[in-house]
């Protein structure tokens, strides 16, 4: 297999490694039932000392910058993006609305805030942006994370670990809804707080102060209130903004092969998880299904424009009373899995099958879908608009966890003897000419818009976060560095860059953006150019300011002290008065918030690799990992862009240089 496969790299994630630099933390949810009509502890992944939302009520909220200090962050970004000339008159744009609109739109959201304090300022608003917008969600959205294969290569036949993963998902789901899933923690000691002794203390402490006991021993609970849209749900098309329909009695799971759906019960009428020989028999079953595949698969309805695939949606419901319930039927399964029939083995044939693969054999609604290929090669594309990577990642390395130490059946096991065809339900609707046609032109379209999609790869084991952090730089921000650098080289410009950072410390946080082009990497990339004549020691130098630098807006945004998510609101608010202040309508806001560069990392023992699109038609969509002795980037991009081996091979080039670098003055440093 490719080289792809030691990869740890994830696209529009967010990341967790900020939330080192916090002192208060945290986020809140709904409350599970802590009852269950099936108490069988072989249905629990594990049972929690702590109730699973103990910690919710008390998190702290998530903080409105001061609007001074926005103002301040918001030029810091533009001057390392704008002419002298452009920046004064931003400036000056700046500086009025901060003493006119910027103040009555920041009271108004002050005030808005303290009269819901259920929630965050953020968090309403970020729901409408996904939900509103009317592209499609696959590839303008939905990312991936491809799983790590198990070590032993029999347990990753198809029809193993798809029984394996479908079982393990089940117990996430009941573990989660007893209660019984142990709560999102961050330790700083966890030889002190990871312990029985902890938990069993703070269980018994009130929830409305639990989360401050445990900050004040340095655990930092995190945000879960995402978690309950894992599993029944799925984005509704619908004519101008979407809808997210969560149905926890669903006791049926989707699956997808070649282009038909299938479903059958995972979980009995008491609420138990079905035998696993039962789920394999099942699993075989639809994997020795000779039926040709359809010549309108509906998956590619999902690839539409969401009005589109509204409008044919509502076609579909009203041609029979059979599609409503087929429809709804999809709607509230526990989730997608798709069986696919390709194998591969090179990692930009992984990235295209992971990311958006075969159309016919997705449903890209669902809250996630497991993609699981005949070489047993396993990934989890999920639609974004109900939460981050928050949920997803501990979905994910919870069952990597158990189907690679505890799986439920193995290359001996036997399916049950027991027919599947009364068990398993092929589905199908009613299509009209109308449906049909909306089928084939969705079909077309996605061909034509994922085939546009470049992708570059690129692994080096010269070094890692080891050789980084013995050179006292942060490997993140060397890495961030290097795409400001690469991108300086191929065009002599700074560009518009996001870096996800996660707001989860805090009730219903969602993310801040990490503006890591910053006037320290603009002199970085400058010194690193050929002829520039400054010296390996001075190169340092400018290197370890960019890591301060990052350092520093890294934990400026963990602690929601960014500049986009404040003004988002406030350009919101403006809207909604139908107020146009300058600083909304100034070229250079725009031009900022035109990502060109966007990123995201992950690291997990889980992970493989991961992944997502350009978020612009001209932008890159960078994902990228650095483990203890490696580093490699994921770079996606379309046609409008600047070629993306160019970039990619700058970027590496970029790392290369500053590795040189830091190993010529080690002595001396």
């Not at 900020?18 to 099936?38: D, E, G, V």
Request: charge should be neutral; include cysteine.
């Amino acid at each position: 297999m490719a080289s792809f496969h030691r990869f740890s790299v994830v696209g529009n994630l967010t990341r967790f490694k900020a939330i080192r630099s916090m002192q208060s933390h945290k986020a809140c949810c709904l409350q599970f039932s802590t009852s269950t009509s099936a108490r069988s502890s072989h249905d629990y992944l594990h049972e929690s000392i702590l109730p699973t939302m103990h910690f919710q009520a008390g998190l702290p909220r998530l903080p409105i910058p001061k609007l001074d200090k926005s103002c301040q962050r918001y030029l810091a970004s533009q001057e390392v993006m704008l002419d002298p000339d452009a920046f004064e008159h931003t400036k000056k744009v700046v500086e009025a609305f901060e003493k006119n609109e910027g103040q009555t739109l920041n009271r108004d959201l002050i005030a808005n805030d303290k009269q819901n304090k259920h929630t965050s300022y953020v968090s309403d608003r970020w729901f409408h942006i996904y939900l509103a917008d009317r592209v499609p969600v696959v590839l303008n959205y939905n990312p991936f994370m491809c799983y790590k294969n198990d070590e032993r290569p029999e347990y990753n036949d198809q029809l193993i670990r798809a029984t394996n993963m479908t079982v393990a998902a089940m117990k996430f789901m009941k573990t989660l809804r007893a209660n019984k899933l142990d709560p999102e923690v961050f330790h700083l000691n966890p030889a002190k707080t990871d312990t029985p002794g902890f938990k069993k203390i703070a269980r018994w402490i009130p929830s409305s102060l639990a989360a401050y006991y445990a900050i004040l021993n340095k655990a930092f609970p995190l945000d879960m209130s995402q978690y309950f849209r894992l599993f029944n749900s799925t984005r509704v098309p619908q004519l101008g903004k979407d809808v997210l329909k969560t149905e926890p009695s669903g006791r049926h799971l989707l699956v997808i092969r070649n282009g038909h759906l299938y479903t059958f019960d995972v979980l009995d009428r008491d609420g138990n998880i079905v035998p696993p020989a039962e789920i394999q028999a099942h699993l075989q079953y639809i994997l020795k299904d000779n039926t040709p595949p359809p010549e309108h698969p509906l998956g590619y309805l999902t690839t539409e424009n969401r009005d589109i695939w509204a409008s044919l949606r509502t076609q579909l419901v009203n041609t029979s009373a059979r599609n409503t319930e087929v429809l709804d039927k999809i709607d509230t399964a526990v989730y997608c899995l798709c069986l696919d029939e390709t194998a591969p083995e090179e990692a930009e044939d992984m990235n295209r099958n992971m990311l958006y693969g075969d159309g016919a054999n997705r449903w890209f609604d669902k809250s996630f879908q497991l993609i699981i290929c005949k070489n047993g090669l396993t990934a989890c594309n999920f639609e974004h608009s109900w939460g981050d990577g928050v949920a997803v990642l501990r979905f994910f390395n919870e069952t990597f966890k158990y189907t690679t130490e505890t799986p439920s059946i193995s290359p001996s096991s036997a399916p049950a003897s027991i027919d599947s065809s009364q068990c398993v339900s092929r589905i199908q609707l009613d299509l009209d000419p109308q449906v049909k046609e909306g089928i084939k032109t969705a079909r077309q379209k996605y061909m034509d818009y994922t085939g546009s999609l470049n992708v570059e790869t690129k692994q080096s084991f010269s070094f890692g976060k080891d050789f980084l952090k013995s050179n006292k730089v942060s490997p993140d921000s060397v890495m961030q560095l290097a795409f400001q650098m690469g991108f300086y080289k191929l065009t002599g410009k700074v560009a518009g860059t996001y870096e996800s950072c996660s707001t989860a410390a805090f009730r219903h946080g969602r993310t801040e953006t990490i503006r890591s082009a910053t006037k320290e990497t603009k002199m970085c990339s400058q010194a690193f150019m050929e002829g520039s004549g400054v010296t390996d020691a001075e190169k340092r130098s400018l290197m370890q300011m960019c890591s301060d630098k990052h350092n520093q807006i890294t934990k400026e945004a963990a602690m929601g002290q960014g500049w986009d998510r404040h003004l988002l609101a406030l350009r919101f608010l403006a809207q909604d008065k139908e107020l146009t202040p300058d600083i909304f309508t100034d070229p250079a806001y725009a031009a900022i918030c035109h990502i060109i560069i966007s990123t995201s990392t992950l690291s997990s023992p889980a992970v493989m690799a991961g992944g997502f699109a350009p978020v612009v038609p001209n932008g890159f969509g960078v994902g990228y990992g650095i483990l203890d002795n490696e580093h490699g980037v994921n770079i996606t991009s379309y046609p409008a862009s600047y070629n993306v081996k160019d970039y990619v091979e700058c970027v590496m080039g970029s790392l290369n240089q500053i590795h040189d670098v830091l190993q010529a003055t080690s002595n001396s440093n």
